[in-house]
């Protein structure tokens, strides 16, 4: 069972940057795509960004493109979600996840981290 845990979260002013780190319990972490998702209080989880296994491909919902960054260190078993430009709007508990059971975009995958609190100030 793979263990992923979360940390980075907190809170930012407006245009501010902040760092998501998922670590990963297990080495077969490199075997799988990676995402991250966020929920925001009352609405449902949605995706945020995902990366292939090698990071060779990245994918983004179109309301972070150009302000985060998907990546990942196999060596370290870690992937980051790099977050500049924050909008109030971004304000949401973070989550990544690993091991998509269907596409990258669906909130179907086998393991999840327990998430973590980013709150965007205006």
């Known amino acids: 069972q793979e263990q992923l845990v979360v940390s980075g979260g907190g809170l930012v002013q407006a245009g501010g940057s902040l760092r998501l780190s998922c670590a990963a319990s297990r080495r077969t972490f490199s075997n799988y795509a990676m995402g991250w998702f966020r929920q925001a209080s009352g609405k449902e989880r949605e995706f945020v960004a995902a990366?292939?296994?090698?990071?060779?491909?990245?994918f983004y919902a179109d309301s972070v493109k150009g302000r985060f960054t998907i990546s990942r260190d196999n060596d370290k078993n870690t992937v980051y979600l790099h977050m500049n430009s924050l909008k109030p709007e971004d304000t949401a508990v973070y989550y990544c996840a690993g091991r998509p059971r269907e596409n990258v975009y669906k909130a179907r995958y086998e393991y999840w981290g327990q998430g973590t609190q980013v709150t965007v100030s205006s």
């Open positions: 990366t292939a296994p090698r990071g060779t491909s990245t």
